[in-house]
């Protein structure tokens, strides 16, 4: 079953470039000419399935988005349909459309709910595990990092059914306590909020666990310096230790804004407990529509582009940032 | 699967460790009610729905909707007896087929990882620096675009709707080679792969027996990363899989709640399957713990 892994044929590695290029004076002294082939060897399997399983589609996509299905005559008849060239007008058709505009504010509303109170619950809970005189770290470390485990279709099926109101304990409480008309978080104003909640339960913990990270990283002697002078606890996390993350926060920034742009299996997931979604609440949602239940997949093909382009540009940051800092190791 | 093997050799000098690594408590530091109160309220909801899943799996589907919530009942053995009926045992074939998805999945990528990573960052040779950067722009692509692309593709080798359409695309991992590089750096001297070779060894027997070893704990983070995003990732085995006997757990459980709707019974059979689901991952986690201290921002692994 490994064939297709460790047999890439050989047939797609690129050659190196010329025996006669340039080496860099840093290369070992002794590498033979052969030897030269042994990384592209390494390389292979994943240059490969990188080809194939992620270059090939997006190229694929991008030649999709610019075509259109062609009825010839009534349409009957294997031969009756042809591509063709259209241009923009998929993309026109696309940012025209009502029903995608709305899923994509809908999705902007929910990143603004979600990224910031995760973010900031997550920042407040790596600072209290790494204050001195918090007490049992371990317990809630691991607790609050255990949803990251649970995948999104599981985590939306258990809060969908918290939020049922024949199920859950608050509306139970709510009922020894009189409150009859609590509206259902899963009624068409409130279920924006039910999902970024499930969100939230999920990514919360990882992101603490980065923070937390980070903080571990910075030598402790600057806080007893702080102490020295002084310092409160609060002072020095939010003048010293927020400052010292702040690489870590941007990061946790950017991968949750990617990731509440393509929220898909949550809004699916929670579909058959209530009325309030429809088959295009999320972007995502809306190319499956179009390209599963429609059949257009020119038009979804527009649209994955769209999205891909709109992930780039907020990504862009995320490499300026990261390639200036990761390497620096190495020879 | 000589992976495996490997990376359990490299777990070993880990756990031993990291033991002695721990910082000793500080018992003169007087505990603080206020922090450790909103860091336990913390806890407390992100065990919630853990603990409401536990106890709901022992209602039988009358109790559900008519006994409290965190009443518990004891149905959970009849529950599992009837989830374990349900279309002959449907249920634990979703589980092998996640198994197979995700542990074997995660396991073959892990090692292509290494072997992409290891190179990039042992060896210097023309064209490096654009393999790697094509590589790493692969790392802003989201899955979950490609995967309607990736079906039209593998639909066309009629490749749609087997085991093969979601195992294959989720086997190469920009972001495992970015990490599995970053590691290869840190932890593999330059100066033991170079005498190595002086004494004759071959570059795939160097690597093998010398870098991945070396590179051990850095793995189990890329596997562990894989692992999850392949378990976690909903839309390609829903876009790929027609026949549920290919499922995974994810895309089966949301199939029964779909049926949930008109058929309440089954509610009780999500909810138990639900459960037996996530006790592994869970399982996993609290052993594996360690491996994730996670730096996004130096891109790191930390050890």
């Known amino acids: 079953m490994t064939a297709t892994v460790d047999a890439p044929r050989g047939d797609t590695t690129p050659a190196p470039r010329h025996p006669l290029a340039p080496r860099s004076p840093k290369g070992p002294k002794r590498r033979r000419a052969k030897g030269a082939l042994t990384p592209w060897m390494m390389l292979a399997p994943g240059i490969v399935l990188f080809t194939v399983f992620m270059a090939a589609p997006i190229f694929y996509t991008l030649a999709l988005s610019f075509q259109k299905e062609q009825v010839k005559g009534l349409g009957l008849g294997g031969d009756s349909r042809t591509r063709e060239f259209a241009g923009l007008e998929n993309y026109v058709s696309t940012f025209s459309d009502p029903e995608f505009l709305a899923s994509v504010g809908r999705v902007l509303v929910y990143g603004l709910i979600l990224v910031p109170t995760m973010l900031g619950l997550a920042l407040l809970f790596a600072l209290l595990l790494d204050a001195r005189r918090t007490g049992a770290k371990g317990f809630s470390r691991v607790s609050i990092f255990l949803p990251y485990a649970v995948p999104a279709v599981i985590s939306s099926l258990l809060w969908g059914f918290l939020y049922l109101p024949a199920v859950s304990p608050f509306y139970w409480i709510f009922e020894q306590l009189g409150w009859d008309d609590v509206p259902s978080l899963l009624s068409p104003g409130l279920v924006i909020f039910a999902i970024a909640n499930i969100g939230l339960w999920g990514g919360v913990g990882f992101n603490m666990i980065v923070m937390y990270t980070s903080l571990k990283a910075v030598p402790s002697d600057i806080y007893e310096a702080a102490r020295i002078d002084g310092a409160s606890e609060v002072q020095i996390a939010w003048r010293i230790k927020v400052p010292i993350i702040m690489p870590a926060l941007i990061m946790t920034a950017l991968f949750s804004m990617i990731a509440t742009l393509q929220v898909f299996a949550e809004p699916m997931t929670l579909r058959p407990l209530t009325n309030s979604l429809s088959t295009s609440w999320s972007p995502l949602m809306f190319v499956y529509r179009d390209a599963f239940t429609r059949d257009d997949i020119y038009s979804a093909a527009a649209t994955s582009i769209i999205i891909a382009l709109a992930t780039f540009a907020i990504s862009f940051l995320f490499l300026r940032v990261v390639q200036r800092r990761a390497f620096g190791q190495e020879d | ?303």
Not at chain 2, 76 to 82: E, M, Q, R, T
């Open chain 2, 1 to 303: 699967m000589s992976v495996t093997t490997e990376t359990r050799a490299a777990l070993v000098p880990e756990l031993a460790g990291s033991a002695s690594r721990r910082a000793p408590k500080d018992a003169r530091v007087p505990i603080a009610v206020g922090s450790t109160g909103v860091l336990l309220l913390g806890a407390i909801y992100c065990l919630l729905p853990v603990a409401w899943v536990l106890i709901a799996s022992t209602k039988d589907a009358s109790e559900l909707f008519s006994t409290f919530t965190f009443a518990p009942s004891t149905h959970l053995w009849d529950n599992i007896v009837d989830l374990t009926a349900y279309r002959d045992g449907l249920y634990w074939r979703w589980m092998l087929n996640t198994a197979l998805y995700a542990g074997i999945g995660a396991v073959i990528s892990t090692y292509i990882s290494a072997l992409s990573g290891f190179a990039l960052a042992k060896y210097v040779f023309p064209g490096k620096a654009t393999v790697f950067r094509i590589l790493l722009m692969g790392v802003l692509v989201p899955g979950v675009i490609l995967a309607i692309p990736q079906y039209l593709l593998l639909a066309q080798v009629g490749l749609t709707n087997t085991y093969w359409s979601v195992l294959l695309p989720q086997l190469i991992s920009p972001y495992g080679i970015y990490l599995a590089r970053i590691y290869a750096a840190a932890a593999v001297p330059t100066e033991i792969v170079e005498s190595a070779r002086t004494e004759g060894a071959r570059e795939l027997y160097i690597f093998h027996r010398i870098a991945l070893p070396m590179m051990g704990p850095g793995l189990v983070t890329i596997f562990l990363f894989q692992f999850v995003a392949v378990w976690n990732n909903f839309m390609l085995p829903y876009i790929m899989l027609g026949d549920d006997r290919l499922f995974p757990i994810t895309v089966g459980l949301s199939g029964l709640l779909n049926q949930g709707a008109s058929l309440p019974a089954m509610y009780t059979l999500v909810i138990t399957g639900a459960l037996l689901s996530i006790v592994p991952l869970i399982a996993l986690f609290l052993m594996l713990q360690r491996y994730w201290r996670v730096d996004l921002a130096a891109g790191a692994v930390k050890a």
